[in-house]
Nanobody, 123 residues
Framework: QVQLVESGGGLVQAGDSLRLSCAASGRTLSNYAVGWFRQTPGKEREFVAAVRWSSDTSYYADSVKGRFTISRDYAKNTVYLEMNSLKPEDKAVYHC????????????????WGQGTQVTVSS
């Protein structure tokens, strides 16, 4: 079992930055891929970014490429999502999730999910 807790969400203005954290417990993330997804009411869950822990390979959705950066901290067993130049359309609940295989965009392949953290961007 892996328990995931997200934090760092909040209310910001367009153009601002936020850093989300995904802290894992129960198992080390060294054998997993970690992804960030976001969801707004009435819409499908959307892939944002993912990192393959062992190789530090990362992958981003086109909508966030160049603005968001995913990173990991071995010592803290934590994954971060640095979000810059935020836009109103980035508003969503952001979830992190863990997968044993590297299929970054496929949310059905992720086994463990956090409860999410709300990001709101005002224009």
């Amino acid at each position: 079992q892996v328990q995931l807790v997200e934090s760092g969400g909040g209310l910001v203005q367009a153009g601002d930055s936020l850093r989300l954290s995904c802290a894992a417990s129960g198992r080390t993330l060294s054998n997993y891929a970690v992804g960030w997804f976001r969801q707004t009411p009435g819409k499908e869950r959307e892939f944002v970014a993912a990192v393959r822990w062992s190789s530090d390979t990362s992958y981003y959705a086109d909508s966030v490429k160049g603005r968001f950066t995913i990173s990991r901290d071995y010592a803290k067993n934590t994954v971060y999502l640095e979000m810059n130049s935020l836009k109103p359309e980035d508003k969503a609940v952001y979830h992190c999730a863990v997968s044993v295989i590297w299929v970054p965009k496929a949310h059905t392949q992720y086994t463990y999910w956090g409860q999410g953290t709300q990001v709101t961007v005002s224009s």
